[in-house]
């Protein structure tokens, strides 16, 4: 079994930064494919950024150029660097992991998610 806590969430003015953290751990390897998703009030869950096991990574065109997923092979943690922060990016944020990049659909495991609030 895999087990994903997230933490670094909090609330940020516009322009601002965070750093969201995800801490595998159980039965998970590098060749995992590790994503995060995050979900807004009244909106669908939307797949933000996703790094596959050769550290290919890529965005939602949303965040693209904002965003970094980078992953802490030692130290089993997964992160999102999040600069220049918007309104729009308020949403509760969860960490994925499935054994390789197949779309999401079947043996995932999810964290409990972390919320960032943006204000304007």
């Known amino acids: 079994q895999v087990q994903l806590v997230e933490s670094g969430g909090g609330s940020v003015q516009t322009g601002g930064s965070l750093r969201l953290s995800c801490a595998a751990s159980g039965h998970i390897y590098s060749s995992f494919c590790m994503g995060w998703f995050r979900h807004a009030a009244g909106k669908e869950r939307e797949e933000v950024a996703v790094?596959?096991?050769?550290?290919?990574?890529t965005y939602a065109d949303s965040v693209k150029g904002r965003f970094t997923i980078s992953k802490d092979y030692a130290k089993n943690t997964l992160y999102l660097q999040m600069n220049t922060l918007k309104p729009e990016d308020t949403a509760m944020y969860y960490c994925?992991?499935?054994?390789?990049?197949?779309?999401?659909?079947?043996?995932?495991?999810w964290g409990q998610g972390t919320h960032v609030t943006v204000s304007s």
């Open positions: 994925a992991a499935e054994p390789e990049c197949m779309g999401w659909v079947e043996y995932v495991t």
């Open positions: 790094i596959d096991s050769d550290g290919l990574a």
